[in-house]
């Protein structure tokens, strides 16, 4: 696994508002963002709305964790605000979210790399004019709703997951937070 810079202050994660859309495989990475911040501490983990209900927040260490509240789609305003808000460079970013090319329970990281065809990066690089971010690439392929029919992702990404998926994904997250420790000096 390729090693995150030590300059990442801001977390992002990706998904769709709503509870139409809570359980979906395009909501992995506000997932990922609840996971990482029941890591990182025990007491309850209210994220505080901010900018026009844009985006919510929690500082836990060095870290400032973001679930935004903008549909995938229009993920770019809301991280350039977020960017503006805490006075940080693109390259202090890090963007969580559900990767179809990616197999179900295996994740990568990487930085600078385009959008591959997600909506939610593609707006984040067009709003920002750079591609030169963290991004933590969660696999959503293969799980049972697609395993069975090479189907494209848009076809799948905003079913409910089943329960065995949900279970993975917790799994995966799991992992993910322990390489990924949130702490004050990491």
């Known amino acids: 696994m390729e090693q995150l810079s030590g300059n990442i202050r801001l977390i992002v994660g990706l998904g769709n508002p709503g509870a139409a859309y ?22 309850k983990n209210a994220l505080r ?20 509240s903008a549909f995938m789609n229009e993920s770019g305003v809301p991280v350039k605000a977020a960017l503006h808000w805490f006075k940080a460079k693109p390259g202090e970013l890090l963007v969580i979210h559900d990767d179809s090319d990616i197999p179900a329970g295996e994740f990568k990281i990487s930085f600078g790399r385009g959008s591959a065809g997600h909506r939610g990066v593609l707006s984040i690089i067009e709003v920002l004019g750079t591609k030169n971010f963290w991004r933590l ?15 494209k992702a848009r076809e799948f990404i905003l079913r409910t997951m089943r329960p065995a998926d949900r279970k993975r994904i917790y799994s995966v997250l799991a ?12």
Do not use: C
Not at 49 to 68: E, H, M, S, T
Not at 139 to 149: E, K, Y
Not at 175 to 186: G, M
């Open 22 to 43: 809570k359980n979906t495989y395009h909501n992995v990475g506000l997932l990922a963002i609840d996971a990482l911040l029941k890591s990182a501490e025990r007491e």
């Open 49 to 68: 709305p901010v900018r026009k209900g844009r985006f919510a927040y929690a500082k836990r260490g060095k870290y400032i964790f973001i679930q935004l």
């Open 137 to 151: 690439r969660i696999g959503v392929r293969g799980f049972s709703s697609s395993a069975r029919t090479k189907i």
């Open 175 to 186: 992992e993910i937070t322990e390489n990924l420790t949130v702490k004050e000096n990491p």
